[in-house]
């Protein structure tokens, strides 16, 4: 199984910073990831996939990039409503995996 | 409108069976693979099995393999998971999820662009 993992596993910040989460693949996955934001108590939504592909409706601030075995999620300008625990998802393997997450809080 | 809503959810002893479903509106059901996620408490996101439109391609997580059964009705739109021996570790609020396919320069990416609600499975005796 592809095993991805996730750095920091949670990070502090304040409204208004550059946010940058990174995730890595056990091998190489191509394009084959997605992001995804989840608050407390609800559903996963997603917000890039193919590494880089910005999910409509999901704010331009938000972006991806990477390939291969490295990817990185951006917030340009982190906004209230951001706080809240970020997953990669590789879609390589058809047996998909997560990555462990990364916790967004204030600071 | 995307909606999915799970239901079966509840409290089963270790070894126990549960059956979940997921009833789905809002679009082409039988045109999309469908997804079972689950999230232990507090824990993060674990991709659970996935099965094409016409159920002709299935696949499950190791962790689940030979004890979970994951299947559809296309004609009712519902998705189903059929778990039998569950155990403790089994514990997780339950997803059901809408695969998505996008096509760019000769290549299918895939990814999950809707999810239900969630619907909790308790294993405890």
């Known amino acids: 199984d592809i095993q991805m993992t996730q750095s920091p596993s949670s990070l502090s910040a304040s409204v208004g910073d550059r946010v940058t989460i990174t995730c890595r693949a056990s091998?190489?996955?191509?394009?084959?990831l997605n992001w995804y934001q989840q608050k407390p108590g609800k559903a996963p939504k997603l917000l890039i996939y193919a590494a880089s592909s910005l999910q409509s409706g999901v704010p331009s601030r938000f972006s991806g990039s990477g390939s291969g075995t490295d990817f990185t999620l951006t917030i340009s300008s982190l906004q209230p409503e951001d706080f809240a625990t970020y997953y990669c998802?590789?879609?390589?393997?058809?047996?998909?995996?997560f990555g462990p997450g990364t916790k967004v809080d204030s600071k | 409108e995307v909606q999915l809503v799970e239901s079966g959810g509840s409290l089963v002893k270790p070894g126990g069976s549960l059956r979940l479903s997921c009833a789905a509106s809002g679009f082409t059901f039988s045109s999309h693979n469908m997804h079972w996620v689950r999230q232990a408490p507090g824990k993060g996101l674990e991709w659970v099995s996935s099965?094409?439109?016409?159920?002709?391609?299935?696949f499950y997580a190791d962790s689940v393999q030979g004890r979970f059964t994951i299947s559809r009705d296309n004609a009712k739109n519902s998705l189903y998971l059929q778990m039998n021996s569950l155990r403790a570790e089994d514990t997780a609020v339950y997803y059901c999820a809408r695969d998505f396919d996008y096509y760019s320069s000769g290549t299918y990416y895939k990814g999950i662009d809707y999810w239900g609600q969630g619907t909790l499975v308790t294993v405890s005796s």
């Open positions: 091998q190489t996955i191509s394009s084959y």
């Open positions: 998802q590789q879609s390589f393997s058809t047996l998909f995996t």
């Open positions: 099965l094409s439109g016409r159920s002709n391609y299935i």
